[in-house]
C-alpha cells in the first residue's frame, strides 16, 4: 500500500547538495580574504616603528620663536631621519612648523633642541612625527 500525498501540498525536492557545498566554500574563501586584509591593515598600523620621537621640553623664548627639544631613538642608527615640530597657541592653532634633520650617527637615542619660528605667540610645542624617508632638500641631493 502506497501512500499518495496531495498534489500542491508539499515542496518540490529539496536543492541537490551541490549548490549548498558550493556556497560554503565560496563563502568561506570571502571570510579568510577579509581576515587576511584586516591583519596585514592592523599589522602596517600597530607593527613597532622603526624609528620613535618624543617631546621633552620647550622654551618659549619670544612671542615669535618657541625653542623645542625632543629625543630620536632610530633601530638603526646609522640611518638619517628626518622630523617635524610644531609650535601652538594658546587656542590649540598651529602658529609655526619646522623641518629638523637628524643625521646618521653612532648613537641609537639623540637629543635635539631645534628652533620654531610662529606667525603668532606660541603656548606650546610638540613633536609632529618622524621619518626615515628624508627628502633630498634636506640632505643636498
Not at 7 to 18: E, I, L, S
Not at 27 to 52: H, M, P, R, W
Not at 87 to 102: A, P
Request: proline residues 6%; aromatic residues 8%; contains cysteine.
Amino acid at each position: 500500500m502506497t501512500r499518495t500525498l496531495p498534489p500542491g501540498r508539499y515542496t518540490a525536492a529539496a536543492k541537490p547538495a551541490r549548490r549548498k557545498r558550493w556556497l560554503v566554500w565560496a563563502l568561506s574563501a570571502a571570510v579568510v580574504v577579509v581576515g587576511v586584509i584586516v591583519a596585514v591593515v592592523a599589522y602596517n598600523k600597530f607593527a613597532v616603528s622603526e624609528i620613535d620621537s618624543e617631546a621633552t621640553s620647550f622654551d618659549l623664548v619670544s612671542d615669535s620663536q618657541l625653542d623645542i627639544t625632543f629625543t630620536v631613538t632610530r633601530e638603526d642608527p646609522s640611518q638619517a631621519a628626518v622630523c617635524i615640530v610644531r609650535s601652538r597657541s594658546k587656542d590649540g592653532s598651529e602658529t609655526g612648523r619646522r623641518e629638523v634633520y637628524i643625521a646618521g650617527g653612532e648613537d641609537q637615542t639623540v637629543k635635539v633642541t631645534a628652533p620654531v619660528y610662529t606667525s603668532r605667540p606660541p603656548a606650546m610645542g610638540d613633536i609632529y612625527g618622524c621619518s626615515l624617508d628624508v627628502p633630498a632638500y634636506l640632505t643636498g641631493g
